[in-house]
């Protein structure tokens, strides 16, 4: 299994240019999540799902969408990106109801400038 | 509101000494405290679950209501303990599970 694997590892983009960041996860697991994690902060949850074809805001949803076509994937899209969206990406799955543990992936670096 | 606080950004220690690693939580309900590990160039993991009240790796935490803490400790710490530590809370929120971090404390063991 290679558990949760996200894509690209590493991205510069210029303000204004758009992006979509795909997470992907063999375990069958319901619950999928957006972080990002920037110095100081720890990981704040930016969108998460917990089925397909289902979406929610997190702590900091602005500039981001997200999509849950097929219940392995979850896409992380920004339109029009911004410095502010320079940072480190996260996704996790987890179980529904019975699973406690977020497994996460390796994480994607994003710089805008 | 449910916030997790972790006051220390950066712990330095040597080996072989203890280890308390500071987390202190606010939520009007009843909590699940984990303790999130990320070692250089590897992914976020799960250290612990106070519910399970299992040692890891020599590390435990034990969760105190009264002073809404769940500090994580090690009598003796290794160099290969060091990294990035999160503490989080999971509590219901829009009907939905999720974890709130802290920010985080790096710990660093030297020889």
């Known amino acids: 299994n290679a558990g949760v694997t996200q894509t690209p590892k590493f991205r510069v983009l210029k303000t204004g240019q758009s992006m979509t960041l795909l997470c992907a996860q063999d375990?069958?697991?319901?619950?999928m999540y957006w972080y990002r994690q920037d110095p100081g902060m720890g990981l704040r949850l930016i969108h998460y799902?917990?089925?397909?074809?289902?979406?929610a805001k997190g702590e900091v949803p602005d500039g981001y969408n997200v999509s849950r076509l097929k219940k392995q994937n979850f896409l992380l899209g920004l339109e029009s990106a911004a410095p502010s969206q320079t940072s480190v990406y996260f996704c996790?799955?987890?179980?529904?109801?019975?699973?406690?543990?977020?497994?996460f992936g390796p994480g994607t670096r994003l710089t805008v400038t | 509101a449910q916030r997790v606080t972790q006051p220390e950004k950066l712990l330095s220690v040597f080996k072989g000494a203890p280890v308390e690693l500071k987390c202190n939580y606010s939520?009007?309900?009843?909590?699940?405290l984990f303790w999130y590990v990320q070692y250089s160039r590897q992914r976020l993991q799960l250290l612990l679950r106070h519910i399970s009240r299992e040692s890891i790796k020599g590390f435990t935490a034990d969760l105190n209501k009264g002073e809404t803490s769940f500090h994580l400790k090690k009598p003796f710490a290794q160099e290969e303990d060091s990294a990035m530590y999160y503490c989080?809370?999971?509590?219901?929120?829009?009907?939905?599970?999720?974890?709130?971090f802290g920010a985080g404390t790096r710990l660093a063991v030297h020889p």
């Open positions: 375990m069958n697991h319901e619950y």
């Open positions: 996790a799955s987890k179980m529904a109801l019975a699973g406690y543990e977020q497994y």
């Open positions: 799902s917990v089925g397909e074809g289902t979406t």
């Open positions: 939520y009007s309900g009843s909590p699940e």
């Open positions: 989080a809370l999971s509590g219901l929120s829009g009907g939905y599970n999720k974890l709130i």
